[in-house]
């Protein structure tokens, strides 16, 4: 997905084509730290594998903008936006329908299952909204 303004309207383009793993960062940070934990007692433990961290659930980049731009409004951290847009596609590289990850391998060796992004979301968006709000001299 990408954005561009124009005439003071946000207009963001998102492939609609297309389905995702979606991962909230949060989950992402709790998985590097869960690995980290675990190779203080087994420092070899996953070591040659491929093990994915990815959300549960599939989604298109589409559905993903469009509930950040909604979610983002109702917390009032944008208050103009426009139109979500499928990107032309002449000239795009093809690209399979379906990118989903399983991260099954990652939660038998590591114990974590990453949240579906539609709980992910809020969780990152309240933090946004915390972290703009002005601060109160100490």
Known sequence: AWMSAAE????VHARNDIRLSPTSVFDLADAIL?????WRSDPGCGLGETL????????SPMDVARAALTAAG???LIN????????PLSGAA???????L???RFIDVFGHAPRPWMEGLPLLLDRLVADRK???AA
């Open 74 to 76: 109702e917390r009032g």
């Open 8 to 11: 003071g309207n946000l207009v």
């Open 102 to 104: 399983d991260s099954g």
């Open 34 to 38: 869960r690995v980290c934990e675990r």
């Open 134 to 136: 002005p601060r109160s």
């Open 94 to 100: 093809p690209l399979s329908v379906n990118r989903c």
């Open 80 to 87: 103009n936006r426009r139109a979500l847009e499928p990107p």
């Open 52 to 59: 994915h961290v990815a959300g549960p659930t599939q989604a």
